[in-house]
């Protein structure tokens, strides 16, 4: 008898020690992440465990986390992916400035989305090359899908009447791309930066981002172009004086 009261002393005693977690289970939620031993210094219980991972001990700096990364590429979504949504922004300005017509202008705007047919093509560029290279091929993409824009625009770059159409669908297209490159790398990263639970609000908040941008960039064009002068109308826009509200600059 009283060796089985002994064992079950002992059993109860070791039973109060606390069980190591698995970095590979379901037991690690995020509040224990956030909260648990969030103030461990040198010299603790914490401090000295060797494998903290094992003991439930985090003190994590916060440049050794995801979230820089994460927060940077949330940015990112949305300073580029923007712009592919703002196009109803400048384009009244291409069409004052370059003398086009209604339907000439929704072909250009079509052809933004019509290129999502192939936006399957971005994605796999960012399984091949990493979501860094991609995040940077896809930036300067858009920046340089922009810039033809401006020199179209400005006429830096002469394009004959026949082809302005032509010109500018192929840059629309050219911005969409860059946008989907830019987007598929950031949720790429998301999808191997976080944890279980977090995924789908990461995901989320870099889509709002997207929306954000056009907003954003919303403002800005109405800032540059000083204070939102109306465009000419249509039978003033052959005059020198006619492409002054309308020019994109």
Known sequence: MADIESECGSFESGSQSPLPLSSHGIGLDDERFLVDHSDASPGSECGDD???????????PLRKTNLPALTGAI?????TGGITYAFGLYS?????TLHLTQS?????SSAFFCAGLVSWAPGMAADKFGPRRSLAAGGITGAIALLGFWAVARQYIPVSRG????VLSMLGVGSFMSSALVTGSVFKLIVASTGPGT???AVGAAKGYVGLGAGA???LFEALRGGGVPPPSGGEGGG??????????
């Open 50 to 60: 060797p494998n903290p991972s094992a003991s439930a001990c985090y003190d994590i």
């Open 199 to 201: 995924k789908g609000s």
């Open 217 to 219: 960039y919303a403002c």
């Open 92 to 96: 009244n300005a291409l069409k004052h």
């Open 104 to 108: 000439e202008l929704d072909t250009i």
């Open 163 to 166: 082809l302005v159409v032509p």
């Open 240 to 249: 020198g004086s006619g492409s002054n509200g309308g020019d994109v600059s």
């Open 75 to 79: 940015l990112a979504a949305g300073t």
